[in-house]
């Protein structure tokens, strides 16, 4: 690559980060506000495993809300079931995991 072609590179990849700056701000907002909310949904199952109505009840969050954010974390082993309770799937963090 030439320093013209390395320049046309730079100059390039400015105008596309200042393009997306909006862009980049809210996605980075909008992951912070995910893990505040997985942070509370997680505090409550260090006394043991909880349902989702449990934690609904403790954090004031909607159940749809707690399921949706449970159901990413079992996707990457932050989260698994640890029984049941009555027709409830009772949730935990796997051992390691802080």
């Known amino acids: ?10 100059i390039f990849l400015k105008n596309l980060r200042a393009q997306h700056e909006e862009t980049v701000e809210r996605t980075q907002t909008l ?8 942070r509370q949904i997680c505090q409550p199952m260090r006394d043991g495993p909880k349902t989702i109505p449990e934690l609904a ?6 159940g749809n809300e707690i ?6 974390m079992k996707k990457y082993d932050l989260i698994v ?3 049941m309770c009555a027709e409830y799937y009772l949730y935990q963090r796997p051992e390691g995991v802080k």
């Open 57 to 62: 009840q403790i954090t004031g969050l909607p």
């Open 1 to 10: 690559m030439t320093k013209e072609d390395a320049k046309k590179r730079a």
């Open 31 to 38: 992951l912070k506000e995910q893990k505040a909310i997985r």
């Open 67 to 72: 399921l949706w954010h449970i159901t990413a």
């Open 81 to 83: 079931e640890a029984g």
